[in-house]
């Protein structure tokens, strides 16, 4: 099972500090896994700039130019903030019973572990 899924809030980890313009300690929003290259894209950090080739769409109107864009971070680099605390967090499963439609199930629910220190 996953410990960052997509819309789970993530706090930067590694990288420069944000006083030199880098992204550490911002928080943001999942917006997409990539589980085979182990990276997340994660709302307002790690913007790139990419240009576009001028084309043209079948209404005649003139696409391309510069646009600034998420770029994929590491998944380690990243950490599930704790929902209460609002500190990054490490993430564990337990296993519950739940009853639907009177039938019992087991299910695996994440839970954010106790964070003595900000990790």
Do not use: C, W
């Not at 240009?51 to 696409?63: D, E, F, I, P």
């Not at 950490?79 to 993430?91: G, I, Q």
């Amino acid at each position: 099972m996953a410990k960052i899924k997509k819309g789970d809030l993530v706090q930067v980890l590694t990288g420069k500090k944000q006083d030199k313009g880098g992204d550490r300690g911002k928080q943001g929003k999942v917006l997409e896994v990539l589980a085979d290259q182990n990276r997340v894209i994660v709302e307002g950090v790690n913007f790139v700039t990419k240009h576009n080739r001028v084309g043209q769409s079948q209404r005649g109107t003139k696409t391309g130019g510069i646009e600034t864009m998420e770029a994929p971070i590491h998944i380690s680099n990243v950490a599930v903030v704790d929902p209460s605390s609002k500190k990054p967090t490490r993430v564990g499963h337990r296993v519950e019973e739940q009853t639907k439609d009177g039938v019992k199930r087991t299910v695996r629910v994440r839970y954010a572990k106790k964070s003595g220190k900000d990790l």
